[in-house]
Structure formats: C-alpha cells, structure tokens
C-alpha cells in the first residue's frame, strides 16, 4: 500500500508562489498517474491538476491554467504543484492523490489520499 505525503503548504501573500511536494512509499508511483485536489472551508473536494505517469501528459483545472504547473520526479517518488500568482481565492487543503483513470478530473477516480496540507493567501 502507498502512502502520500504532501507538504510546502503555508501562509503567502497574493501573487506570492509555493511550491507543494506529494512524496510517495510503500511502493512506487512510477507507472500510475497522479492528481492534486483541493478543499476550501465548505466546498467540496476540487481538481486542480493530474499528470500522466511519464510527465508527458498534463490537465489543469481553467481556475489554475497558466498559474499552476505540475511535474514529477520518478526516481524520487515524488509529484510537485508549482503554484504562482495566488489568489485568496487559491486557499484550500491540497491534497495529492494516484489515479485509477489517467487525467481524469473525479475526485472517484482517485485513491490512495494523503493527508493534505494547507495553503492560505492573503489580500
């Protein structure tokens, strides 16, 4: 069984950046297809971004487009969500997560959640 662990959460002004880290064991992540979500305060659970397992294939949420990139490193086991421009609107838990259905967009399709870590931005 995999575990995911993000981090690189905080607190940043709007138009600051953060870079989130989802760092994987157990096993490798290497062959499956990864996405980042996330939770504001009362909304449900929101795609930001998924990535197919080369790296070669990504979709982003319109919200996040030309904002947010996402990339992995498979010899470190690890997924990254590049965040830039942040808006109040951005705060939220992140969450990463492995795809059952590469690049898809439903929150069912996924598994194996971590925990989450939190972003808040500022006006």
């Known amino acids: 069984q995999v575990q995911l662990v993000e981090s690189g959460g905080g607190l940043v002004q709007a138009g600051g950046s953060l870079r989130l880290s989802c760092a994987a064991s157990g096993r490798t992540i290497e062959l499956f297809a990864m996405g980042w979500f996330r939770q504001a305060p009362g909304k449900g659970r929101e795609f930001v971004a998924g990535?197919?397992?080369?790296?070669?294939?990504?979709n982003y949420a319109d919200s996040v487009k030309g904002r947010f990139t996402i990339s992995r490193d498979n010899a470190k086991n690890t997924v990254y969500l590049q965040m830039n421009s942040l808006k109040p609107e951005d705060t939220a838990v992140y969450y990463c997560?492995?795809?059952?259905?590469?690049?898809?967009?439903?929150?069912?399709?996924?598994?194996?959640w971590g925990q989450g870590t939190l972003v808040t931005v500022s006006s």
């Open positions: 997560a492995e795809a059952r259905i590469p690049l898809s967009a439903e929150p069912t399709d996924f598994a194996n």
């Open positions: 990535i197919n397992w080369s790296g070669r294939n990504t």
